[in-house]
């Protein structure tokens, strides 16, 4: 067995990592600024030096192998402790307050570890967070009260900066059974606007079943708390699911959702200063965190 080791390369990792998040090759050209046979080109050199298949080309999506979705693990850690030390090393050392506002469904899991890093790294970063609804506090950048935002995309409104992708899914409580004949379906719902909300009346009124509000709050873990209790149907990321609630699909006569983006947003206010420090860490530790694997279009 030979001594020399195989380094990989990170270029060819990013492409990787691009062609999961942005769902397909094409996105990913268009992401990293290349052509898509290009980023082909590299997914190939990736394999060969590995010796191994990433992707089941046998389906019309691409999947990943179960070789892919262990590199994909490796790849995102390689990829975020490569730009932690160029963003350390080449950055200024940042300093001033950042005015931070998170997503409820995001922040009691996630916000605390990091942000202690973030700390950690910038020592001369003060923040101030806000816990709220993600789209009014999108609207809040945009009024000068807020610099950066966690929060779901909306179609209609600012994009932000990707960070993940989720799928969305129909949920009540473990002994919550669906009423027989064209009883309307109780909702647990947030106020508009809200991307959830949006999705569930869609996807009801398209196949055509009547429903009703049996519970609104403008607190997500509120919303969620009362579909635990049997208050009826309420409809999340499939992250937020904890236990007492099970999953209801085409066979209860719900409808399959949409999947749904989290961004970042506030990069387009960022001059000098603390703000793009954040949001590069931001998107830098997010997706670091394995995902779920997911078809992938050519």
């Given at each position: 067995?030979?001594?020399?080791?195989?380094?990989?390369?990170?270029?060819?990792?990013?492409?990787?990592?691009?062609?999961?998040?942005?769902?397909?090759?094409?996105?990913?050209?268009?992401?990293?600024?290349?052509?898509?046979?290009?980023?082909?080109?590299?997914?190939?050199?990736?394999?060969s030096?590995?010796?191994?298949?990433?992707?089941?080309?046998?389906?019309?999506?691409?999947t990943?192998?179960?070789?892919?979705e262990?590199?994909l693990?490796y790849?995102?850690?390689?990829?975020?402790?490569?730009?932690?030390?160029?963003?350390r090393?080449?950055?200024?050392d940042?300093?001033?307050?950042?005015?931070?506002?998170?997503?409820?469904?995001?922040?009691?899991?996630h916000?605390?570890?990091l942000l202690?890093?973030?700390?950690?790294?910038?020592?001369?970063v003060?923040?101030?967070?806000?816990?709220?609804?993600?789209?009014?506090?999108?609207?809040?950048?945009a009024?000068?009260?807020l610099?950066?935002?966690?929060a779901k995309r909306?179609e209609?409104?600012?994009?932000?900066?990707?960070?993940?992708?989720e799928?969305?899914?129909?949920v009540?409580?473990?002994?919550?059974?669906?009423?027989?004949?064209?009883?309307?379906?109780?909702?647990?719902l947030?106020?508009?606007?809200?991307?959830?909300?949006?999705?569930?009346?869609?996807?009801?009124e398209?196949?055509?079943?009547?429903w009703?509000t049996t519970?609104?709050?403008?607190?997500?873990?509120?919303?969620?708390?009362?579909?635990l209790?049997?208050l009826?149907?309420?409809c999340?990321?499939a992250g937020?699911?904890v236990?007492g609630?099970?999953?209801?699909?085409?066979?209860?006569?719900f409808?399959?959702?949409?999947?749904v983006?989290?961004?970042?947003?506030?990069?387009?206010?960022a001059k000098?200063?603390?703000i793009?420090?954040?949001?590069?860490?931001?998107?830098r530790?997010?997706?670091?965190i394995?995902?779920p694997?997911?078809?992938?279009?050519?």
């Open positions: 067995m030979s001594g020399r080791s195989t380094d990989l390369d990170l270029d060819a990792l990013r492409a990787f990592v691009a062609i999961i998040d942005h769902d397909g090759f094409t996105a990913a050209a268009e992401r990293l600024h290349r052509t898509q046979s290009a980023i082909s080109m590299k997914i190939k050199r990736l394999e030096v590995l010796g191994r298949s990433l992707f089941d080309r046998t389906g019309r999506a691409m990943l192998t179960a070789e892919g262990l590199l693990s790849a995102r850690r390689l990829l975020a402790l490569n730009d932690e030390t160029v963003a090393l080449m950055a200024p940042a300093a001033g307050l950042v005015r931070f506002g998170v997503a409820e469904y995001f922040a009691p899991e916000l605390p570890l202690a890093r973030f700390r950690r790294a910038h020592p001369r003060r923040l101030d967070v806000t816990v709220g609804l993600g789209s009014d506090m999108v609207q809040e950048i009024e000068g009260r610099d950066v935002v966690i909306n209609m409104g600012p994009q932000g900066r990707f960070l993940w992708r799928p969305v899914v129909w009540a409580s473990c002994d919550w059974q669906v009423e027989a004949g064209d009883a309307p379906v109780p909702l647990c947030l106020p508009d606007p809200c991307i959830y909300r949006t999705r569930a009346v869609a996807a009801l398209r196949a055509g079943r009547s009703h519970y609104a709050s403008g607190s997500f873990l509120a919303v969620r708390a009362a579909a209790a049997g009826g149907v309420t999340l990321g937020a699911l236990p609630l099970r999953v209801l699909g085409p066979a209860d006569g409808p399959a959702l949409d999947p983006e989290t961004a970042v947003f506030g990069e387009d206010r000098n200063g603390p793009q420090p954040l949001i590069d860490f931001l998107v530790e997010i997706q670091a394995s995902l694997p997911v078809a992938v279009a050519a």
